[in-house]
């Protein structure tokens, strides 16, 4: 697949700003391949370190999406105060402790306030955040500001499920390479009732988390 795009999934908006130093990141790779005792000369790393960084341009595009224009003309003025809810978003994002993979399911739901937003969207804010240097922690609690920044909503709340390549890789003990943070705000922190519901939704008909 030929990466010239940040951006050449969902729909036309070309919603990237910036860009990584590529040339940059290719010495860089050609120096650390060299630290760890590789021949850089050798036919399998020959291109190697032109496409690691093309391959983090893509991982990590998430910096240089503009939301504005991520959300552009996807708001839409409604009168709707039941739980909206997308499930089993998946995602993949790199732990800035490791810079090794970490993936799962994002599941998110809001109860409007007079604004919504394209159900397109939701996977979109998920990877702009995902698709960047992250801990789990943060990048779950960056998608629930967004979302209360951006809808004004009466509650949001995200749940991430995810499973830690450099835990699972390390011989760290294998639970802990699965991780589940939630961000609940409004009325999911306040309302019990309504945090439940959400939480009952999310687990109900779901596998375990496989990938
Ligand atoms: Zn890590």
Redesign the pocket.
């Known amino acids: 697949m030929e990466m010239t795009d940040f951006d050449d999934s969902l729909d036309d908006n070309d919603v990237s700003v910036g860009a990584i130093d590529e040339s940059g990141a290719r010495q860089a790779v050609t120096q650390l391949l060299k630290a760890l005792g590789e021949d850089v000369e050798r036919e399998g790393l020959l291109h190697t370190p032109q496409r690691v960084a093309r391959m983090y341009r893509e991982l990590l595009s998430g910096y240089h999406v503009d939301p504005a224009a991520l959300v552009n003309g996807a708001l839409f003025e409604i009168r709707y105060d039941e739980m909206v809810l997308v499930r089993d978003i998946e995602f993949y994002s790199l732990?800035?402790?490791?810079?090794?993979p970490?993936m799962g399911r994002v599941h998110v739901a809001y109860i409007p306030d007079g604004k919504v937003i394209g159900l397109s969207k939701i996977p979109r804010i998920v990877d702009m955040f995902a698709r960047r240097l992250q801990?789990q922690e943060r990048m779950t609690r960056q998608i629930a500001d967004f979302l209360s920044d951006l809808l004004s909503p009466q509650g949001v709340a995200v749940v991430v499920e995810g499973m830690?390549?450099?835990?699972m890789m390390r011989g760290v003990k294998k639970h802990d390479a699965r991780m589940t943070t939630s961000a609940m705000h409004g009325s999911f922190r306040t309302n019990h009732a309504t945090r439940q519901e959400f939480l009952d939704n999310i687990s109900r008909g779901a596998g375990p988390l496989q990938l």
């Open positions: 732990c800035e402790h490791h810079i090794l970490f801990v830690h390549l450099c835990s």
